[in-house]
């Protein structure tokens, strides 16, 4: 029987997930069916009133899917498979499977291993795959706009999906959250911080009202169509995180943070119009990022600073001094507000001192050379190398 008539007896979801449990099968694991691609979750350039319910489908968690073999070893049988939907007909986000294990490439200095991913090692060495194209060529991209805090490029790389509005609107009217079945928008709208400390800071965008002087009314109009700007950011990355190459889909909540691209610490909400870069709650300063990614720009750290304290820790890492690289800030650590905020130079030093630890000469030697190292990479880093400047295009 072909591909296409088994979709058309067994649904497309069902295929997917029969073809999962035959290489779990074949290969004697459980990995496949774990994670969920997004271009196989979201195909298309644009989310419509047309494509957006496959879409959910795609991307709802399934039944268990088991196969029944004949004598012959032809599968003769499949049972379970079915998209799990909740009582709106669509599906729950929180159920949906996100990356783990091997399937989970992280980028954070204290686990980032060029040796084990080659996006990874574009990402971080873009200098290395100047020719490249396709995945390889995004992850160069993506490691140029951090290089050179080319934050357009940053975003244009990771938008890469318009949805409509009719479309928005029935993907947030299907898909729930939470186990009381919330519309998404309502659990996305991101109301901890700003509702707390951060609500005496945070301006209205393009008015010079905070958060906290609204009334309830106007509050909670505000979360409810920030909860709205939230979820199309979401879709716009194809529920991938922002800031690295990997393809997978990160489910918001746990798996996938909202962070702002730039921080709130440098934008016109705390240092005024002539410095800030901008309103820090500008939908165009949203962001989802994977757990693990998520704990740089919790840093304050512009991208760059990301960018190179991930090359330091993977160089040290092949070094032979990976195991004495610091383990990510705990989120109790991370939500301190007497937590010391570090400069690019303070976090490279502080970096390569706990690292190499040099109480030797000879490591004395190597700390040295990559404290040269950093400074003239900062120094190279000012202006975008004319060998590289035709690669970086704007998306």
Do not use: C
């Not at 393809?247 to 909400?269: A, E, R, V, W, Y």
Request: glycine share 10%.
């Amino acid at each position: 029987m072909s591909r296409i008539n088994l979709a058309r007896q067994l649904g497309g979801d069902r295929l997917e997930a029969a073809a999962d449990a035959l290489l779990n099968d074949l290969t004697g694991s459980k990995r496949y069916g774990k994670t969920r691609e997004a271009d196989y979750v979201f195909p298309d350039d644009v989310l419509t009133l047309e494509n957006v319910d496959e879409s959910i489908t795609r991307l709802g968690a399934r039944t268990p899917a088991n196969l029944t073999y004949g004598k012959d070893g032809k599968i003769i049988r499949i049972d379970g498979g079915e998209v799990i939907r909740n009582s709106k007909g669509g599906i729950n986000i929180d159920q949906v499977p996100s990356p783990s294990g091997r399937d989970y490439v992280k980028y954070s200095p204290s686990v980032v291993d060029s040796t084990q991913n080659q996006l990874v090692e574009a990402q971080l060495y873009p200098e290395r795959f100047a020719e490249a194209t396709g995945p390889l060529g995004e992850a160069r991209d993506m490691g140029l706009a951090h290089r050179y805090n080319d934050y357009d490029t940053y975003r244009g790389i990771n938008n890469r999906m318009e949805v409509t509005p009719e479309a928005l609107e029935r993907f947030g009217s299907l898909v729930t959250k939470g186990k009381a079945d919330l519309p998404i928008g309502t659990g996305m709208s991101g109301g901890g911080a700003i509702n707390g400390s951060r609500g005496d800071t945070v301006l209205i965008p393009g008015t010079d009202r905070v958060f906290s002087s609204l009334d309830k009314d106007e509050k909670a109009a505000y979360l409810k169509g920030r909860g709205e700007v939230f979820l199309n950011q979401w879709l716009q990355q194809k529920g991938r995180s922002m800031g690295t190459a990997q393809t997978q889909i990160f489910p918001p909540g746990n798996p996938s943070h909202m962070d702002h691209i730039q921080s709130l610490s440098s934008s016109i909400d705390t240092v005024g119009p002539e410095k800030g870069w901008g309103y820090s709650d500008d939908p165009t300063n949203f962001s989802y990022l994977d757990q693990d990614y998520n704990v740089n720009t919790k840093l304050n750290y512009d991208l760059q600073t990301v960018h190179q304290l991930g090359r330091l820790a993977d160089t040290m890492r092949q070094g032979g001094y990976g195991a004495n690289i610091p383990p990510n800030l705990t989120s109790k650590q991370l939500g301190n507000k007497d937590r010391q905020r570090l400069t690019q130079d303070e976090a490279v030093k502080e970096l390569i001192i706990k690292t190499v630890q040099p109480d030797t000469p000879e490591k004395l030697d190597y700390a040295l050379s990559l404290l040269r190292q950093a400074e003239r990479e900062q120094s190279e880093w000012k202006s975008i190398d004319d060998s590289l400047k035709g690669v970086l295009k704007k998306k």
